[in-house]
């Protein structure tokens, strides 16, 4: 049963009804002790009377988020402070907080001031960060709770970084370095051709495994060798 499609829309009415809260509840997994929180969340501050709960619980969930995020991403994985720094970046930015206000269902019971606005992009992402703001209140500011919600709910954002967004030779490293104290190591084999046109053969060794690959430069070959191992010997056994 599709429960978005039995939720009546009153958009004429700064008033939801219980019925959607209990859609959104159920999407979060979690059952405010305080309802008006969650409406104040869901009540845009495009509409002017709400502009000012909206706005607070969207600055506090805001911050939340980013410390939650920052946490995982310090717990997770080995890389540098930049590359740490792009991991914070890509899972807190607002195309990443509307994804998930879509899955469940912010959408379709959010007011706003107009119609059009339910499914803009921006308003999402902020009802989204106001939704863990009310979340963080109403448990008696209990982090864990939202850490749970927010690992969950994200799960899908964290592995699509991983695998489209993140360069091979980075994705290798810290899925080596998750599970040991090594690094990836990469020896060049060869190096033949031109010299204004060489050919570098290297190969990458992790994980008792060994992969070479060919490219017109270090990097390239480097690259090429992080990916074809993460072809063979990672991602076939997921």
């Not at 402070?81 to 991991?87: P, R």
């Not at 709910?153 to 599970?179: C, G, N």
């Not at 690959?213 to 056994?237: D, H, M, P, Q, W």
């Given at each position: ?6 939720i ?9 009804p219980k ?6 509840e159920e999407?979060?997994?979690y059952?405010?002790?305080d ?14 009377q709400s ?9 506090l969930g ?13 717990r ?9 720094a ?10 990443s ?8 269902g912010?959408n ?12 803009n ?7 989204m ?12 500011r209990?982090?864990k ?9 994200w799960?899908?954002?964290f592995?699509k ?6 360069e ?9 370095q ?12 060869s190096?033949?051709?031109?010299k ?9 060794t ?6 070479q690959?060919?490219?017109f430069?270090?990097?390239?070959a ?9 072809i063979?010997?990672?991602n076939n056994?997921?």
């Amino acid at each position: 049963m599709d429960e978005k499609k039995e939720i009546k829309h009153t958009n004429n009415t700064l008033f939801i009804p219980k019925q959607q809260l209990k859609f959104l509840e159920e999407s979060l997994k979690y059952n405010f002790k305080d309802k008006e929180l969650l409406r104040h969340a869901l009540q845009h501050s495009s509409i002017k009377q709400s502009a000012i709960p909206f706005e607070r619980l969207e600055f506090l969930g805001d911050r939340i988020l980013g410390v939650v995020i920052a946490e995982y991403i310090y717990r997770t994985t080995k890389g540098s402070e930049g590359e740490m720094a792009k991991m914070q970046s890509a899972f807190v930015c607002a195309e990443s907080c509307y994804e998930i206000a879509v899955k469940i269902g912010v959408n379709q019971v959010i007011r706003t001031a107009g119609q059009a606005l339910r499914n803009n992009k921006t308003v999402l992402a902020d009802a989204m960060e106001a939704i863990l703001g009310a979340i963080f209140t109403d448990s008696s500011r209990n982090y864990k709770i939202v850490e749970t919600i927010v690992t969950r709910l994200w799960k899908p954002i964290f592995k699509k970084y991983r695998e489209e967004d993140q360069e091979p030779k980075t994705q290798l490293q810290e899925i080596v370095q998750a599970s040991s104290n090594e690094v990836p190591l990469y020896t060049l084999i060869s190096e033949t051709g031109p010299k204004h046109h060489p050919l570098f053969t290297v190969s990458v060794t992790a994980l008792g495994n060994t992969v070479q690959a060919s490219g017109f430069s270090k990097k390239e070959a480097e690259t090429k060798a992080a990916k074809e191992f993460l072809i063979r010997y990672v991602n076939n056994n997921n």
